[in-house]
């Protein structure tokens, strides 16, 4: 049997200034949580992005991102490299990934630069679906589903909920321990190979103060069970 190790996937979620790139909305929030294995290394990536137009009503009441603070941040193209650097070719890990992924993809298109492809992505909102059918599957619900802990999250905010989603994510796989192998152990293959040290079992048996303690104990029961077996034989 072949073990995969190190399998690196990166959460990801994005705001925008509104719900279509097409009609001129951007993106103006990236954040990314790196999995080793499916779990949270510590490694994340964020930014905010200065989209060049304001900020629809609806966007500014859910994320609570201002036109003030986004108007001194960079603009897409010049964060574009590092965001690509820090995603690499790792799977995407998005919930409702055709929003951002549209998205990135129409910034990324507007630089000439490669395009994510939508098949690559793994859609946690496609997941939970599969798992619990007819239940409200926003990012909440599912937090509220698996008690995970929102308490810090007021608004949203693109790496507070990629560290939220891949809680998330963990859950929906089935919870934290994703496989049987650490590092270093795989190359010593005793686990699989059966190279076990034999012990010889060990003995204990019970003092003789024991003995009598256990006595005196069995003694002061009052009509114990197995009376009813010893009066039957």
Known sequence: MTFQKNIREIVLDTETTGLSFEQGDRVVDIGCVELINHVPTG???????????????????????????????????????????????????????????DFLNGELGLLGKPLFNLDDAIDTLDIARKKFPGSALSLDALCRR???????????????????????????????????????????????????????????PPSEEEIKVHSLFLQSLKNPKWNIFLEKE
């Open 43 to 101: 490694k994340t990536y964020h930014v905010y992005i200065n989209p060049e137009r304001l900020m629809s009503a609806e966007s500014l009441e859910i994320t609570g991102i201002t036109n003030e603070f986004l108007s001194d941040k960079p603009v897409f193209s010049e964060i574009v490299d590092d965001f690509l650097d820090f995603v690499q070719d790792s799977p995407l890990v998005i919930h409702n990934a055709k929003f951002d992924i």
């Open 146 to 204: 698996f008690n995970i802990d929102t308490s810090i999250r007021s608004l949203h905010g693109a790496l507070v909920d990629c560290q939220l989603l891949a809680e998330v994510y963990i859950n929906l796989l089935g919870g934290r321990q994703g496989g049987l192998f650490f590092d270093g152990i795989e190359e010593k293959g005793d686990y699989r190979k059966g190279n076990r040290k034999f012990h010889n079992p060990r003995y204990f």
